[in-house]
Each structure stands twice: as C-alpha cells, then as structure tokens.
C-alpha cells in the first residue's frame, strides 16, 4: 500500500495557487506527476499525494518544477477568486464528478437513427440472377410475350363464341378439364380452337399430343411434340418440366409405331434435362432391351 504524503504547504492569490511538496529524498527520475482541471496526483514510491482540488484550474498553463527534494506546484486558476481551502469541501462524491468529467471527454455521442433503401432484381424464373443464362431467358420471355399479342379474333369462326371462348388460356383449361374426364376428342377441338387462336403457345401443342396419343393417333403426337420442343426455346430452367414431356409423348409414339431407336433418342434427351428422374432412366432401359434383343433375333 502507498504512504500517503499530507505535509505540504500552499498559498494562493486570486488568480494562482502556490503548491509546496517535500519529496522526502526521493530521486526526481522517480516521481510520476499527473494534473487535471480538478484533479492533482504525484507518485514518488513508496509516497503517493493525490487531491481534488476546490475549483479548476488550467492545466495547460499551469507548471510544477522538480528540485531541491520538492515539486514547487504553479496553478492557474480557471476563476480569479480565493479559496477555502486546496481540496474540495467534504461531503460530496467528487470522485463521480471526476468520472463524468472523463466520459464527457471520451464517450462519443450517440449515432443518428436513420434507414436504407434496399431493392432487388425482379426475378421471373425461379434460379437467382448470378446462376441464370440472362441471354437464353430474356429471349424466352420475349418469344412468350410475342405470343400472348399472337390473337387472331378477328377470324369468321370466332364471331359467334363468348369472350371467354376467345382466350386461348381459357380453351386450355377447358381442354385440361375434358382431358381429364377422358373425353379425349373434345379436348383436341379445345386445344384446336386455341391454336387457332394462338400457334405460338406450345403447352397448346403438348396437350393436344397427349390427347392424340390416347386416341392411337400416333403421327399426330408425334408431330405436336415435335411443334412444342420447337416452340420450347431456348432451353431454359422455367420450359425444362415441357421440354422433358415432349420427348417423352414424342418418344412414347415412336415405340408405339416400333421405332424404338428414334424413341431411346427422346428418352435419353428427356434424361439430359434431368438425369435423376428414375421412371424415364427405368423406361429407356426397357426400350434399350427391345433394341438389344430385336438385334439378337436378327442375327439368328
């Protein structure tokens, strides 16, 4: 523990204080003298002198000069005005006045609220932009939007029908819906109607192939798969389920009419777009047996 030093002497004028500390034969290298605008504290091993003094001073015109065994202390007063006495009066807690005076001088001020405007990329397809084929999908979109303009209402065949028979999104649910009841013909004329309306929409041709496909109208499924993976480009992640369904409807005809190469060709194109499905792997493997055992049999 320090010896605290309280022999010293001090005399003042309004505008100074005259401050006398014995050093008590301490060597000058030793003592550590700090001073503040209130504050005043000399360390000299084993002595310490610390004090709060009655009102502030400035420190950087005030002076402490080391020799002769003594630290001979020059304050200048910030206030002309005598004192009382060379520390502060007791009773108050000055040591929390000499902490709010540090944390005015250190804390900075608080930052100002404010918010910030954050926008995205709009995004059509459901892959994130850095991933996207821009060119392929700009394109893409552009090919649907001509189609969508593509309506030919003003045909003679047409004068008569409500205006939800002149939508060709309307003919394809409708065609969807008879689909699904397995009344496969009133679905074509459906999907008919709306081609008429609108050739440049290839789910119309898709559809229209499954439906022939029930009917055992082989060559025509083969042909609106074939107009559909034409429509269906360019190849991008939002066309990629269609594209897969026509290779299959188109290559489903093939084998139908005995063509099994042709019909592998479909199926493994339809495996290029996606390689994990396991029905299509299952189905160009049965159709690769065919191929290998008509091969066999006519060598026999």
């Given at each position: 523990?320090?010896?605290?030093?309280?022999?010293f002497s001090w005399q003042q004028t309004p505008a100074t204080v005259f401050l006398s500390l014995p050093l008590r034969g301490v060597c000058v290298r030793d003592a550590d003298v700090f001073c503040g605008?209130?504050?005043?504290?000399?360390?000299?091993?084993?002595?310490?002198?610390?004090?709060?003094?009655?009102?502030?001073?400035?420190?950087?015109?005030?002076?402490?000069?080391?020799?002769?065994?003594?630290?001979?202390?020059?304050?200048?007063?910030?206030?002309?005005v005598l004192w009382e006495s060379l520390s502060m009066p007791s009773g108050r807690n000055w040591e929390n006045i000499f902490s709010e005076k540090l944390k005015e001088d250190r804390v900075p001020a608080?930052?100002?609220?404010?918010?910030?405007?954050?926008?995205?990329?709009?995004?059509?397809?459901?892959?994130?932009?850095?991933?996207?084929?821009?060119?392929?999908?700009?394109?893409?979109?552009?090919?649907?939007?001509?189609?969508?303009?593509?309506?030919?209402?003003?045909?003679?065949?047409?004068?008569?029908?409500?205006?939800?028979?002149?939508?060709?999104?309307?003919?394809?649910?409708?065609?969807?819906?008879?689909?699904?009841?397995?009344?496969?013909?009133?679905?074509?004329?459906?999907?008919?109607?709306?081609?008429?309306?609108?050739?440049?929409?290839?789910?119309?041709?898709?559809?229209?192939?499954?439906?022939?496909?029930?009917?055992?109208?082989?060559?025509?499924?083969?042909?609106?798969?074939?107009?559909?993976?034409?429509?269906?480009?360019?190849?991008?992640?939002?066309?990629?389920?269609?594209?897969?369904?026509?290779?299959?409807?188109?290559?489903?005809?093939?084998?139908?009419?005995?063509?099994?190469?042709?019909?592998?060709?479909?199926?493994?194109?339809?495996?290029?777009?996606?390689?994990?499905?396991?029905?299509?792997?299952?189905?160009?493997?049965?159709?690769?047996?065919?191929?290998?055992?008509?091969?066999?049999?006519?060598?026999?």
């Amino acid at each position: 523990m320090p010896v605290r030093v309280s022999e010293f002497s001090w005399q003042q004028t309004p505008a100074t204080v005259f401050l006398s500390l014995p050093l008590r034969g301490v060597c000058v290298r030793d003592a550590d003298v700090f001073c503040g605008e209130i504050y005043l504290k000399v360390n000299f091993p084993p002595f310490l002198f610390e004090v709060f003094l009655y009102a502030p001073i400035d420190d950087e015109k005030s002076k402490a000069k080391i020799g002769n065994d003594v630290i001979l202390f020059t304050l200048c007063k910030k206030e002309p005005v005598l004192w009382e006495s060379l520390s502060m009066p007791s009773g108050r807690n000055w040591e929390n006045i000499f902490s709010e005076k540090l944390k005015e001088d250190r804390v900075p001020a608080p930052r100002t609220a404010g918010s910030i405007q954050i926008s995205f990329t709009p995004r059509v397809f459901p892959t994130a932009l850095r991933e996207s084929q821009v060119a392929e999908e700009e394109e893409w979109l552009h090919k649907q939007a001509e189609a969508r303009r593509a309506m030919s209402t003003d045909l003679p065949e047409f004068f008569d029908l409500k205006e939800e028979e002149k939508n060709s999104d309307w003919l394809k649910d409708k065609g969807n819906k008879l689909f699904a009841t397995e009344n496969y013909l009133a679905a074509v004329d459906a999907y008919n109607l709306a081609i008429r309306l609108n050739c440049k929409i290839p789910l119309l041709y898709l559809n229209r192939a499954a439906c022939h496909l029930k009917l055992k109208n082989l060559h025509k499924a083969i042909e609106d798969s074939s107009k559909a993976l034409e429509l269906l480009t360019p190849p991008v992640a939002d066309n990629a389920k269609a594209r897969i369904k026509a290779h299959i409807r188109r290559g489903t005809a093939f084998c139908r009419l005995e063509l099994y190469v042709e019909g592998l060709q479909d199926y493994e194109a339809a495996l290029k777009i996606d390689p994990a499905n396991t029905v299509v792997q299952n189905d160009a493997e049965k159709i690769r047996n065919i191929i290998q055992g008509t091969i066999l049999r006519s060598h026999e």
